[in-house]
Nanobody, 115 residues
Framework: QTQLVESGGGLVQAGGSLRLSCTASTNIFGGGTMAWYRQAPGNQREFAAG???????KYSDSVKGRFSISRNRAGNMMFLEMNSLKAEDTAVYYC?????????WGQGTQVTVSS
């Protein structure tokens, strides 16, 4: 079974940037749908960014224009480039791979933006 591991989270000042990575144990991102979600304290997990097999990307209104989702050619890594970070971006960020049988989640990485 494919496993996903996020990395790249940390503490950053408002206006700064971070790049999150999600490493898969297989090349699951090569031809499937993948996404980043986030969950702030006391809130439900919410969609942030997604990429579909045809390369089309989608972003939530709160991150559009600031975040960018991508993947490597091998299909075993996906990324979330986050710019112009705001305090409200503070959350645990999760990567997800969508398969015909199940959704696979990583364990999450904490992003904290200080104002």
């Amino acid at each position: 079974q494919t496993q996903l591991v996020e990395s790249g989270g940390g503490l950053v000042q408002a206006g700064g940037s971070l790049r999150l990575s999600c490493t898969a144990s297989t090349n699951i991102f090569g031809g499937g749908t993948m996404a980043w979600y986030r969950q702030a304290p006391g809130n439900q997990r919410e969609f942030a960014a997604g990429m579909y097999p045809n390369g089309l990307t989608k972003y939530s209104d709160s991150v559009k224009g600031r975040f960018s989702i991508s993947r490597n050619r091998a299909g075993n890594m996906m990324f979330l480039e986050m710019n112009s970070l705001k305090a409200e971006d503070t959350a645990v960020y999760y990567c997800k791979a969508v398969t015909p049988w199940e959704d696979i989640w990583g364990q999450g990485t904490q992003v904290t933006v200080s104002s």
